[in-house]
């Protein structure tokens, strides 16, 4: 799916009355199929870019363009899947069923329920395979660790089949051992998918080693101060953290974010 912001901003108006810009004109472009990561410090706007893109909140002004060129694709496009800090699994509900969950909510959801459930059952057990939870389909979120709720929370975006996921930060409130295992696994998912992902974090090592491309974003108001293709092959291992080009990107996007504050101070 093709995403472009077209002159996005959004201004929000505080309790006092006092209008606040979040985010100043933003035009971008992201091409189908690609990893892009929204980097830049807290209250840059990456998550009000992202809400703009799930359709939570209008710009105030500018417009969200969204082509599918998939199967099925066209206009208006499928919903984006969506990946949030924390899991948001039902603890009521099982692993396999919390997967299945937007099956029965939304727009079409009685059509979606009414599926064969031969067919339905065959997709959630290969997206449980795809994310290594296969053998806890039958657990409760609450047996889980975190990271491996963030698996299921990933298995239930894919789910949905939409060629565009959005990611606010998924593995932040994860250990260093745990996110670096999900890094893995989100490149060897996205490389098998070929979603348009849509990344938001504050990790700067993070963004280069998923990414296509990173966007830089300067403090509020929100605004596009460098945009980064990494040119890098994969699968990226931890291992490669050190290397000279991988380090040369990180000091590039470090550069970016301490010229982009010092021009809004």
């Known amino acids: 799916m093709d995403v472009a912001f077209e002159g996005i901003s959004k201004w929000y108006e505080t309790r006092t009355g006092r209008p606040v810009n979040a985010v100043a004109h933003v035009d971008l472009r992201i ?3 690609t990893f892009v990561s929204l980097v830049g410090p807290s209250g840059c706007g990456k998550t009000t870019l992202l809400d703009m893109l ?5 710009p105030t002004t500018g417009r969200i ?25 039902l603890p009521w509900r099982t692993v396999r069923s919390n997967v ?3 099956d029965e909510c ?3 959801a009685r059509r979606r329920t009414q599926r064969k459930a031969h067919e339905r059952d065959a997709q959630v057990e290969e997206l449980l395979d795809m994310v290594h939870v296969r053998e806890f389909a039958d657990r409760y979120p609450w047996e889980l660790s975190g990271g491996m709720q963030q698996r ?14 959005c990611l606010d ?10 996110r670096e295992a999900l890094h893995i696994e989100l490149q060897r998912i996205w490389d098998a998918e070929r979603f348009t992902a849509v990344f938001v974090t504050h990790n700067i090592q993070e963004a280069v080693l998923l990414s296509d491309r990173v966007i830089v974003m300067a403090p ?12 890098l092959p994969r699968p990226r291992l931890h291992e490669g953290l050190t290397d000279t080009a991988f380090g040369g990107y990180v000091r590039e996007i470090r550069e970016a974010l301490r010229s982009g504050s010092a021009a809004a101070a």
């Open 100 to 102: 299945t969950l937007l």
């Open 31 to 33: 091409d189908s199929g």
């Open 169 to 178: 930060e998924p593995f932040s409130a994860l250990d260093e051992f745990t």
């Open 152 to 165: 299921v929370a990933i298995a239930r975006a894919l789910y949905t089949r939409s060629p565009l996921m």
């Open 65 to 89: 363009a969204l082509e599918d060129r998939g199967p099925g694709g066209g206009t208006p496009p499928r919903r984006p899947a969506v990946v949030l800090q924390a899991a948001t699994l």
């Open 54 to 58: 799930l359709g939570v909140i209008p």
């Open 220 to 231: 509020r108001p929100g605004r596009v101060v460098a945009d980064i293709a990494i040119d």
């Open 106 to 108: 939304g727009p079409g």
